[in-house]
Every structure is written in C-alpha cells, then in structure tokens.
C-alpha cells in the first residue's frame, strides 16, 4: 500500500469520516493497475490513491459511493475493453477484480461518570478500537491521569458542560454511568430532545420510573425517552464494575452493528 493511503485511512478513521477502499486483487491482461493498488473514496466523491485512472477509476468510484449507502461492500469485476458487454470505454483488453470495503466511523463514547463503571468501560473500549471522551463534575474523576486515552475531559457544573454540547457531532453514544441522580437528570433532560444517537443509563427499574416520570413533568418527549436504554445492558447477571462494563459494550457493539 502506498503509504500516503495508509497515512489518510488512518486520518479519516481517527476523525471518525466515512469511506470506502478500493483494492485491487486480482488482475488479468493489459491493466493500469497491479495487485495491491489501492483507492480511498471518501463521501464526497474526492478520491485519493489509484486503481488505475481514466474510467475504470470513476467506475470504481461511484461502486464505492453505492457501497457506503448500502453500508457493505463487496468484490466487483471490471472489464477494460469498449467491445465487451459493459466493459469500460478502453482499449486496455484486460480485467480486473476490485475489493470494496466500507468503513463506518468508529464509535466514540461520551462516559459521563469516571468513577469504577466509568473507567472500566474507558479501559475496555480501547480493545474494541472505540473512542471515548469522560464527562464528571468533580475534577480528579475526569484527569489524563485517570483517563489517559480520553480524546476529550470535561469537568464543572453539567449546566456549563450541556451549555457547549454540540448533539451533532463527535459521539454516537452516550453513557450515563449514575454519580448522580441530579445529574444524570440535568444531562437527560438537555440530550434526549436532540441527540440522536444512543444513550444508557445505569439505573434500577424503580429510578427509572421517577426519572422518566420527573422528565416528561419537564417536558421532554416521552418517544424520545423510549429510545433510552435504562437499565443499560446486556442481562448477563453483571455484579462488579468489569462485568457491569462488559454488559453495556456488549449492548453498544450491538446498536453500533445494527446501523
């Protein structure tokens, strides 16, 4: 691989961008490209790398572009001769395979609470290659030294934390990991109207209900609130913290694979 491709694969993927990579894996005849090219299609149609040029890379191209709006790629052959039944418009006479892999963002989870669930969870995402971020109040619950790997550290009141929460961007889940009842409250009652993407609470069926019942006295929709997972987890029989956070990746591996 061209090493500037593996240089953008690893950008995009840290930015949590979208993209599709087009290999080269088998070829035949007179071709532009070997085995091993390789072209990174990013969501815009902006390529970098080559399977070859002219044609057959915009044929490989708005492939990839299908393939990320499916959400799955696939093997796809490709001949290089006007003549032949859909070939391309070339004079080239050979044919190629090319591999379509789509790669969605990686999740990045917003762990508001570092206490022991909290950093059980932070620790165990880095095996799955996830991102995470910490939210806490209390200051030496949301430190580099507690949390070396966070890509960002919150700390302070909820409400000057909530009042630079941008919903649209940069996580896909959000872990309510129960500091605090009046917490977790304030941060429900600010994201469930206009975040989209998953959100877990720990709580027993009885906190539910009060916090349920306290938010929609608030106003907040109750259709909205059905999309939150509380109690949070796979029902495995979870007790200490590792297994608590081994619950509630399990049920995040499962939305993140369902989308």
Known sequence: MVRSVLVECLRLIDARIPFALATVVSARGSVPAKPG????VRGDGTIAGTV??????????????????????????????????????SLCGGSVEIQIEVVAPRPHLLICGGGHVGKALADMSLSLEYFHSIYDER??????????????LHSGPASAFLAGFDAAGGWS??????????????????????????????????KRREMFGALEARGVDAARLARVECPVGLPIGAV????????????????????
């Open 37 to 40: 090219a390789r072209m990174i």
């Open 52 to 89: 070859g040029g002219a044609g057959l890379e915009r044929q490989v191209m708005e492939r990839a572009l299908e393939c990320m709006s499916a959400g799955t790629g696939g093997s796809f052959p490709f001949t290089l001769w006007h003549r032949s039944p859909g070939g391309l418009d």
């Open 139 to 152: 200051p030496e619950f949301a430190s580099a030294e507690r949390f070396p790997a966070a890509r960002a």
């Open 173 to 206: 889940h959000v872990m309510l990991c129960g500091h605090s009842y009046h917490v977790d409250l304030e941060i429900l009652e600010a994201l469930v109207p206009r975040f989209d993407g998953w959100i877990g609470v720990i709580a027993s069926a009885a």
């Open 240 to 259: 200490t913290p590792p297994e608590i956070a081994i619950s509630i990746l399990a049920s995040i591996v499962k939305s993140a694979n369902l989308r």
